[in-house]
């Protein structure tokens, strides 16, 4: 089972989208019978059937296993993987191309999420390692000093880019998002 399996297909979308297939697949987080799933969620084999086949046709469950009980052969699914990733790019640009230069945009960092969400939905998750670092935090700057900080920001980022950016080595990728932090109070 993978960690992450990113949708870039509008039928996987299509599959993974209705709440009883959600439900579904929900319970074949382990390896399940459609029959055991039914009972759980008080549907019939059948119905759970159904849903399970369209979810292992988009390739969002597989039959890891199957067994006879009363003469009958009854599949074993399990989840692909533990979460998935629907493509920001399923829904398509709305309004119109952003400007990519524009890096203080809201449609800027909108991009760059999306493609760090594509990069590491992407990684071999098999890799014995897999070199990476997560950062978060807050910071308060006053609107006075906010270009200040901006800018500061640029210049420390623009100096690690120098030092590190030669032709050997691993390569990396680098996104850097700083955004208003929403109201504490939703």
Same mark, same amino acid.
């Given at each position: 089972?993978?960690?992450?399996?990113?949708?870039?297909?509008?039928?996987?979308?299509?599959?993974?989208? @209705?709440?009883?297939?959600?439900?579904?697949?929900?319970?074949?987080?382990?390896?399940?019978?459609?029959?055991?799933?039914?009972?759980?969620?008080?549907?019939?084999?059948?119905?759970?059937?159904?849903?399970?086949?369209?979810?292992?046709?988009?390739?969002?469950?597989?039959?890891?296993?199957?067994?006879?009980?009363?003469?009958?052969?009854?599949?074993?699914?399990?989840?692909?993987?533990?979460?998935?990733?629907?493509?920001?790019?399923?829904?398509?640009?709305?309004?119109?191309?952003?400007?990519?230069?524009?890096?203080?945009?809201?449609?800027?960092?909108?991009?760059?999420?999306?493609?760090?969400?594509?990069?590491?939905?992407?990684?071999?998750?098999?890799?014995?390692?897999?070199?990476?670092?997560?950062?978060?935090?807050?910071?308060?700057?006053?609107?006075?000093?906010?270009?200040?900080?901006?800018?500061?920001?640029?210049?420390?980022?623009?100096?690690?880019?120098?030092?590190?950016?030669?032709?050997?080595?691993?390569?990396?990728?680098?996104?850097?998002?700083?955004?208003? @932090?929403?109201?504490?109070?939703?």
């Amino acid at each position: 089972m993978r960690d992450v399996l990113y949708l870039d297909q509008i039928e996987q979308a299509e599959a993974l989208l @209705k709440p009883q297939r959600i439900e579904v697949l929900r319970q074949l987080a382990e390896p399940r019978t459609c029959t055991e799933v039914a009972a759980v969620l008080g549907q019939t084999p059948q119905r759970v059937y159904y849903h399970v086949k369209r979810l292992v046709e988009a390739g969002l469950v597989q039959q890891v296993s199957e067994r006879r009980v009363r003469g009958i052969t009854e599949g074993i699914y399990r989840a692909s993987a533990r979460s998935y990733w629907l493509s920001p790019g399923l829904v398509g640009r709305i309004g119109g191309l952003r400007r990519r230069q524009d890096e203080l945009s809201l449609g800027y960092l909108l991009d760059l999420m999306e493609q760090v969400q594509a990069d590491v939905a992407a990684l071999d998750r098999t890799a014995p390692e897999l070199p990476s670092i997560g950062v978060s935090g807050e910071i308060r700057v006053t609107p006075e000093r906010r270009q200040e900080f901006l800018n500061d920001l640029r210049s420390a980022l623009q100096d690690l880019f120098t030092r590190y950016g030669g032709t050997e080595g691993d390569a990396f990728k680098l996104a850097v998002a700083c955004y208003p @932090k929403g109201d504490d109070s939703e």
